[in-house]
Nanobody
Framework: QVQMVESGGGLVQAGGSLRLSCGSS????????MAWFRQAPGKEREFIAA????????LYGDSVKGRFTISRENAKHWAYLQMVNLKPEDTAVYLC???????????????WGQGTQVTVSS
């Protein structure tokens, strides 16, 4: 069973920044893509960003383009989400995922973390 852990969430004022980290116990030979999603209370899970196994290709959700940056350590299943110019509407639980498909769809990912809370005050 693959273990996942996220960290870096917290409370920040609007306009501030946070950096989320995600670690996975998945073996490096699995060449998994990694992604971040978020879920606010009463809302569906929303795609934020994804990076392919080599770190050469990225995808972003429209709501975060230009503000969030996903990265990873080469050949490892560790990923990061740098978030700048945060807005109150970014408040949510942020979840990390790994999987065989580099996609915006939740169904493309096989393993999920428990999430880390990000709260942006106005």
């Amino acid at each position: 069973q693959v273990q996942m852990v996220e960290s870096g969430g917290g409370l920040v004022q609007a306009g501030g920044s946070l950096r989320l980290s995600c670690g996975s116990s998945a073996p490096t030979y699995t060449n998994y893509a990694m992604a971040w999603f978020r879920q606010a209370p009463g809302k569906e899970r929303e795609f934020i960003a994804a990076i392919n196994w080599s770190g050469t290709m990225t995808l972003y959700g429209d709501s975060v383009k230009g503000r969030f940056t996903i990265s990873r350590e080469n050949a490892k299943h560790w990923a990061y989400l740098q978030m700048v110019n945060l807005k109150p509407e970014d408040t949510a639980v942020y979840l990390c995922a790994v999987g065989r498909a580099w996609t915006t769809l939740t169904t493309g990912y096989d393993y999920w973390g428990q999430g880390t809370q990000v709260t942006v005050s106005s």
